[in-house]
């Protein structure tokens, strides 16, 4: 029914009807006044304001109104995608850029399940924090995200806007695993395949968070450069942790900091002829033995006794177990 079939629904008097058809000076009394054409004005007002907001919760279903939003009432999301440093400079211009021209590209959030007046943010963490640091308001899209869609969201902004650096995708993958996100979920959020999806998990597993979160971000650092850092930094531990806490170290740049952390955990050169070699009964050299530290490695040589580290390692077992009763009978 429209606002001017409710009005006279309301305020117009009709005659009753009757079997037979009444006198032509009998026709229904109109009753206006200048109280029911207020009443229709705020009736009208009403309807539009209805409207309006069912517009606005139209938009922001869809996630196409900006809205601003205390930087309080936005919470993280479950799975971070950032390596936070204490030391910035990107981030420090940001707030600058914020302060002086005001927040250019909204941040996206989908609202809280525990509290209507709560969100939680899929992607602009440093957007909030520069509003919070500066004590504004923050520019946000507000969309009804399942789990799924926001981490795929979370990922799919970062990576167009090439914000990611290579470690911070092996962690954010990782966290999305370890979250209980399936596979497919995770190959979209960034946007990879399986075979770089499991290289960005076992990087990111054999790194110690520590030292990662020491490092941070290193965006000029690739694969082949953390793939060599995780190869090397296992023989190097407790060097790099006594790097890592040197006030001089957390005020270079990500890039420098990473670096010298690969350059502490490479092994050291080794000296021409270094190194043991044992030698089968006919005189041959068969395998390398080298000792690094605490690390021993011995490398058989195939050619010469073919099959005979296979051999070695299925007796390990019963190897370390005959060293132990010996040890003891000592």
Do not use: C
Request: glycine share 6%.
């Amino acid at each position: 029914m429209s606002r001017k079939d409710t009005v006279n629904s309301l305020f117009m008097r009709k005659a009753e009807p009757s079997a037979t058809p009444a006198p032509a000076s009998k026709s229904p009394e109109r009753v206006r006044s200048g109280a029911i054409s207020a009443m229709g004005a705020s009736l009208q007002e009403m309807s539009e304001g209805a409207r309006a907001a069912a517009r606005l919760q139209e938009q922001l279903s869809a996630g196409h109104a900006v809205i601003e939003l205390d930087p309080a009432a936005v919470s993280d999301s479950s799975v971070g995608d950032r390596i936070s440093i204490e030391v910035d400079p990107g981030f420090e211009e940001l707030v600058t850029s914020i302060k002086q021209h005001g927040q250019q590209v909204p941040i996206l959030v989908r609202p809280a399940t525990d509290r209507a007046d709560r969100y939680q943010i899929a992607y602009g963490r440093r957007r909030l924090r520069a509003a919070s640091r500066l004590g504004a308001k923050v520019r946000a899209v507000v969309q009804n995200l399942s789990d799924d869609e926001l981490v795929i969201a979370q990922g799919k902004e970062n990576l167009d806007r090439q914000d990611l650096s290579f470690i911070e995708k092996a962690l954010f993958a990782l966290r999305l695993e370890e979250a209980g996100y399936k596979r497919d979920t995770i190959l979209a959020a960034l946007s990879t395949d399986k075979a770089d999806l499991s290289r960005y998990i076992s990087i990111a597993r054999s790194l110690p968070g520590s030292i990662v979160q020491a490092i941070g971000p290193a965006p000029k650092a690739g694969r082949s450069r953390w793939m060599a850092l995780a190869e090397t930094i296992s023989s190097s531990g407790k060097k790099i942790e006594g790097l890592i806490v040197e006030p001089s170290f957390l005020q270079l740049p990500s890039d420098e900091r990473f670096a010298k952390v690969l350059s502490a955990a490479a092994s050291p050169k080794k000296k021409a002829g270094s190194g043991e070699h044992w030698r089968n009964a006919k005189g041959q050299k068969a395998a390398r033995i080298e000792r690094i530290g605490k690390t021993t490695r011995i490398s058989f040589d195939e050619r010469v006794v073919p099959e005979f580290a296979a051999f070695v390692t299925d007796r390990l077992e019963a190897l370390h177990a005959e060293f132990e009763e010996r040890r003891r009978d000592r």
